[in-house]
């Protein structure tokens, strides 16, 4: 079975529209981002958040009259998961030693007739929210310093360049779609937390494992065309690629789905900042790391890259055996 | 064939050794199973149905329902205690679940050195009052290290050190390097409080580990009172000195214990038969006629009582028992060594003490303990001085029980039992026998625990209640199969023959990365799981490169035995150059992530190099073997 046959897309010659397209869309992020700001889970800011469950299932009102009893009427409540699981977060500035009891006494002698499980609670100090956000900044750092020096030491320092641009891309939009999904859908509960970072660098090394292997049948064919149009070559390289790059991202793809739809609250963040970047990660290696290397060629190092009229600007191979030939 | 032998023969040993490292975490699982089956719980609800309670208060009823529980709980504790050794073996190998999947607290605690200064000094004044006041919003503000702060204030006032702390010659250099060297200990003396308080609450695989220089992480699996925890890991330590009750006594009231258990009546008359006939019994025999010694083992040289790890919760049983109680004098009290003190066949021995309920002495009166070698004799000691009032006591204390033992006791656990060897007048003792500079160590932080503060704070505590554990089990068992159902199925349509083959592979590598997991008695967290059905996208990459290189292969008209090498060695450096980046991250994210996001990166690492492995090394030797046996076409779909 073969979902693609032998294409011959020009993927390089569109590349100017799809920058155009990758701004906007950046843009658009980073705007929601300075107006909305960017929601970090309590890893990050501090405070105390506890996950109760009540048979049967109570207002959001009506636990936050109660909770106005004992000052903390203020904390943001929240649906969480079931309809009758509600998440109450107490901001750190706010937060004592038992917080978190003092809540549940308060809501069971508020409620008594309703049955109050303690799901999860958690309590973060606001020196530790400080330093793993400066941990995850950290880990992010060094993540893309050492895919820089790997790639510019198997490949070119410009390929360097080109993916970890996109690679930059990627973690952008990625990042404008939490904020824009966790505004407009907050029953997604999507934040910034701790497992959310380890999504950004797997996105990270995902988006990069799309852009090695493009990069890969770019370095074995320019070695077997040599002199031949760098375009055409890219092209051809994407082409040759493309039923791989199809597959792959579509199981990764297909993967996730099902983690965001089964996997629950937890993972349900990590899931949807990874769906995200598979999507941006494998349109990057085309759109953004390879076109950046042809985009150098010609601007920079002024290589005319112009095609004739008469040549088709992906590489055509007419007969496979002459390929396997030259391979040979 | 030949080939390959050897690539077959590390796929049979890789898979052996995997299935060898799991089958602990199995039968674990089925014990596990089998004590739920036997408890009570079930039974209790039946019958509390078919025998309605009748009005009582509800104290009186609870104190029933508890009795009845035990009683219908008996079948369980019974195999618990015949399976006892096997049971902890397995638990102990088994690959564990982290806390966001079993339930349990995880707490981050860091010593408070400003309430550490606080607590040490001592004539604390309206004069220090104030310093302590203004150090505390200079290091609040700044962030700057209290110890330097604390020396600067009392620069400014020329007031000196040695009025508040150490002795009161001391200038102001010596004080600030006891000090220094007191914030530097703290944490260890917190940490040392901790585990044993940890080790005595009972909760299983309890883990507590050291965080840079002030904090220490404590993770408590299947616990969930905060309250009670809180109080556990904070509360201030108690040091005592307390003495051992004459061995005579006690081997009478063992004696005592013994025969109840054995149903002996006649105590008298069943002494005079032991001691003649022990010695040529079985095993099995001794423990029915002796099943108090056949628990708490008594050296026959020294003296000393012994219990197995094992047997504690049994022996703790017995010692509750109403009729044991009655021949208990009601001045014992009973305590286990810190620490197992012997390491036979794998089974941990505890040191078992009958000591004075009345301590002797508190640790308050310590002022420091060092541990050192001797001179003379080149072994480790440990040096204890203390306060004049501290040394008037223990001058009479040591005076009234030369060649006895004191034990020392750090809340209720006893990490020492010296002989007194002679009056101590001026407080300075020195203790011998330890076995090794470690134990002196210990030895010296315990004592100096219960004199010296080691205020923590709280600072991160994370709480995950049992039933959200189940759900996230759940939640990551289903979306596990799901993902893995779509992969294989799509695959085996897509890539025909190959896909099956790679499928196959896929499956032998989740052995795999569970196995490497309970071999490094690693911890799955839900992250992990993630990681895990990650590696699956991430396996299926590897095959899907060199199916589509075949294809291409084949197309340019190669033999099929042509086409499958070319494929192999042509997508080989792209899936290196890929994974290797994977493996990058995943080492980065081990690096600063904390907790769960660790385990992610764990099994993202893990399962990155199984599964090469398993893409590239098993699926080509299949391939190889069909074409050995005569394939001229594979299907690739």
């Known amino acids: 079975m073969r979902i693609f046959p032998r294409t011959n897309v020009d993927f390089i010659g569109k590349r100017h529209l799809w920058y155009v397209v990758s701004g906007s869309l950046i843009l658009i992020g980073l705007i929601t981002i300075a107006i909305r700001g960017?929601?970090?889970?309590?890893?990050?800011?501090?405070?105390?958040?506890?996950?109760?469950?009540?048979t049967p299932a109570l207002h959001i009102g009506e636990v936050r009259s109660s909770l106005n009893k004992i000052g903390h009427g203020d904390a943001e409540i929240k649906t969480f998961g079931a309809a009758n699981q509600l998440l109450i977060r107490v901001k750190a500035s706010e937060q004592t030693a038992n917080t978190s009891e003092q809540i549940i006494s308060d809501l069971k002698s508020s409620f008594p007739n309703t049955k109050i499980q303690l799901l999860e609670d958690n309590k973060i100090g606001p020196e530790i929210g400080q330093e793993l956000r400066r941990d995850a900044v950290m880990a992010i750092f060094y993540g893309l310093l050492a895919i820089l020096v790997y790639v510019s030491f198997r490949f070119q320092f410009i390929y360097a360049v080109g993916a970890v641009l996109a690679l930059f891309h990627d973690v952008l939009i990625t990042l404008g779609a939490v904020a824009i999904f966790g505004w407009i859908v907050p029953w997604l509960n999507i934040e910034i937390d701790q497992t959310m970072v380890a999504a950004f660098l797997t996105l990270v090394a995902y988006s990069m494992n799309d852009t090695v292997v493009i990069f890969d049948r770019i370095r074995e064919n320019l070695k077997i065309y040599k002199g031949e149009n760098l375009i055409r070559v890219m092209n051809r390289s994407i082409n040759d690629t493309l039923s791989r790059t199809i597959i792959t991202s579509g199981t990764a793809f297909i993967v996730l789905l099902v983690l965001l739809i089964f996997g629950g609250e937890v993972t349900r963040g990590?899931?949807?900042?990874?769906?995200?970047?598979?999507?941006?990660?494998?349109?990057?290696s085309i759109y953004v790391a390879s076109s950046i290397v042809v985009d150098y060629n010609v601007y920079i190092k002024k290589v005319d890259l112009r095609l004739p009229q008469t040549q088709s600007p992906v590489l055509e191979v007419e007969k496979p055996y002459e390929v396997a030939a030259k391979r040979a | 064939m030949r080939k390959n032998r050897f690539k077959i023969t590390l796929i049979i040993a890789a898979i052996a050794l995997a299935l060898y490292y799991l089958y602990p975490t199995y039968q674990s699982a089925s014990y596990d199973k089998k004590l739920v089956e036997l408890s009570g719980q079930t039974k209790l609800v039946d019958y509390l149905q078919s025998h309605p309670v009748q009005q009582m208060s509800d104290s009186l009823k609870q104190t029933y329902i508890d009795s009845l529980?035990?009683?219908?709980?008996?079948?369980?504790?019974?195999?618990?205690?015949?399976?006892?050794?096997?049971?902890?073996d397995a638990r102990l190998k088994r690959i564990k679940l982290g806390l966001d999947l079993q339930g349990g607290m995880h707490i981050v605690l860091q010593v408070?050195?400003?309430?550490?200064?606080?607590?040490?000094?001592?004539?604390?004044?309206?004069?220090?009052?104030?310093?302590?006041?203004?150090?505390?919003?200079?290091?609040?503000?700044?962030?700057?290290?209290?110890?330097?702060?604390?020396?600067?204030?009392?620069?400014?006032?020329?007031?000196?050190?040695?009025?508040?702390?150490?002795?009161?010659?001391d200038d102001n250099a010596k004080v600030m390097s006891y000090l220094s060297d007191q914030a530097k200990t703290a944490v260890d003396r917190a940490m040392e409080i901790v585990r044993n308080r940890v080790d005595q609450y009972g909760?299983?695989?309890?883990?507590?580990?050291?965080?840079?220089?002030a904090r220490f992480i404590v993770e408590l699996p299947g616990v969930s009172n905060e309250t009670e925890v809180r109080e556990l890991l904070q509360g201030t330590a108690l040091l005592e000195f307390k003495l051992l009750q004459p061995e005579a006594v006690v081997v009478k009231v063992f004696q005592a214990i013994d025969d109840i258990l054995a149903g002996k009546k006649d105590t008298l008359a069943a002494k005079s038969d032991t001691a003649a006939s022990d010695s040529n019994m079985t095993a099995a025999q001794f423990a029915k006629e002796h099943p108090f010694f056949s628990i708490v083992r008594v050296s026959s040289q020294?003296?000393?009582?012994?219990?197995?790890?094992?047997?504690?919760?049994?022996?703790?049983?017995?010692?509750?028992?109403?009729?044991?109680q009655h021949v208990i004098p009601s001045d014992f009290q009973f305590l286990y060594s810190a620490k197992p003190q012997i390491v036979d066949q794998g089974q941990k021995f505890y040191a078992f003490y009958v000591v004075n309920k009345q301590a002797e002495l508190t640790g308050s009166v310590i002022t420091n303990a060092q541990a050192t070698i001797d001179p003379t004799s080149n072994t480790p000691v440990v040096q204890m001085t203390m306060n004049s009032q501290g040394a008037r006591d223990w001058a009479r204390i040591t005076g009234a029980n030369i060649h006895k033992r004191i034990a020392i006791v750090l809340d209720n656990a006893v990490y020492s039992a010296p002989v007194v060897q002679n009056k101590i007048p001026n407080g300075s003792s020195q203790i011998t026998g330890m076995g090794n500079m470690d134990e002196a160590n210990v030895l010296a932080i315990v004592l100096r625990a219960g004199a010296l503060p080691a205020p923590v704070d709280i600072v991160e505590e994370r709480n995950v209640g049992p039933s959200l554990g189940e759900d996230s089990i759940r939640n990551g068992i289903t979306s596990g199969a799901a993902a893995l159902a779509l992969i294989i199925l799509f695959m085996g349509i897509y890539y025909r023959t190959g896909g099956v083959t790679a499928d196959f592979a896929l499956l032998l590598n989740i052995l795999f990365i569970l196995g490497v997991l309970a071999?490094?008695?690693?911890?799955?967290?839900?992250?992990?799981?993630?990681?895990?059905?990650?590696?699956?996208?991430?396996?299926?990459?590897?095959?899907?490169?060199?199916?589509?290189?075949?294809?291409?292969?084949?197309?340019?008209?190669?033999t099929l035995r042509a086409a499958i090498d070319q494929g192999y060695?042509?997508?080989?450096?792209?899936?290196?150059?890929?994974?290797?980046?994977?493996?990058?991250?995943?080492?980065?994210?081990?690096?600063?992530?904390?907790?769960?996001?660790q385990g992610f990166a764990l099994t993202l690492m893990v399962g990155i190099v199984a599964s090469l492995f398993s893409a590239i090394v098993i699926t080509r030797v299949i391939f190889d073997i069909m074409v050995e046996r005569g394939a001229t076409t594979i299907n690739f779909g």
């Open chain 2, 112 to 169: 408070n050195i400003l309430k550490m200064l606080q607590d040490m000094a001592k004539n604390k004044d309206q004069t220090f009052n104030q310093i302590m006041q203004q150090v505390t919003s200079i290091v609040n503000k700044t962030g700057a290290d209290p110890l330097t702060v604390l020396g600067q204030q009392f620069d400014q006032r020329g007031i000196r050190l040695s009025r508040y702390y150490g002795d009161i010659r």
């Open chain 2, 203 to 213: 909760v299983s695989e309890p883990s507590i580990q050291k965080q840079g220089s």
């Open chain 1, 270 to 284: 990590f899931a949807f900042a990874m769906l995200v970047g598979v999507v941006t990660g494998t349109y990057s």
């Open chain 2, 302 to 324: 020294t003296g000393d009582a012994y219990v197995a790890e094992s047997d504690k919760d049994k022996l703790e049983r017995i010692l509750e028992r109403s009729d044991v």
């Open chain 2, 519 to 558: 071999a490094f008695h690693a911890t799955l967290t839900l992250p992990g799981i993630a990681g895990m059905i990650l590696t699956f996208a991430v396996a299926v990459d590897a095959n899907v490169l060199i199916y589509e290189r075949i294809r291409e292969e084949m197309t340019t008209g190669k």
């Open chain 1, 38 to 54: 960017l929601n970090y889970g309590i890893d990050f800011v501090g405070g105390t958040e506890l996950t109760l469950q009540f």
């Open chain 2, 569 to 597: 060695s042509k997508a080989f450096t792209a899936i290196f150059d890929s994974n290797i980046i994977s493996l990058f991250t995943g080492a980065i994210l081990y690096q600063f992530g904390t907790g769960p996001v």
């Open chain 2, 69 to 88: 529980s035990q009683a219908f709980d008996a079948d369980s504790v019974n195999y618990y205690d015949a399976n006892v050794k096997s049971i902890q």
